[in-house]
């Protein structure tokens, strides 16, 4: 199992997450709203931006999947910078509150 980690524009939140349901075996998303900050590219400090944080937690052979519908769907036209990013963690384990059991 994996986690994936993504950081994404407010405007497409809805868009990324109903792609996101259509890709079988997941459980579920949490959709945080984020501050930021980073550095723009007249070198002139940090800047403030407002992105939406989506957290999976993905089965592997579901992983590449998640990420492919993040990456086609959570950039604006071409792409730009500010667009966000995707980062890809290991979980080493991972368990039912309800009961106590391996997920």
Do not use: C, Q, W
């Given at each position: ?20 349901g259509l ?25 403030r ?38 980062l ?6 991972a368990?039912r ?7």
């Amino acid at each position: 199992m994996k986690e994936v980690k993504a950081y994404i524009r407010p405007e497409l939140v809805d868009h990324v997450v109903d792609v996101l349901g259509l890709i079988p075996g997941l459980g579920g998303i949490a959709v945080v709203p984020v501050n930021d900050y980073g550095h723009v590219f007249d070198d002139r400090g940090l800047k403030r931006t407002r992105m939406i944080k989506l957290e999976i937690d993905a089965p592997d052979d579901e992983v590449e999947t998640v990420i492919r519908a993040i990456l086609d769907n959570g950039r604006t036209g071409e792409g730009h910078p500010g667009d966000g990013s995707v980062l890809v963690i290991d979980v080493a384990s991972a368990y039912r509150i309800a009961d106590g059991s391996s997920l």
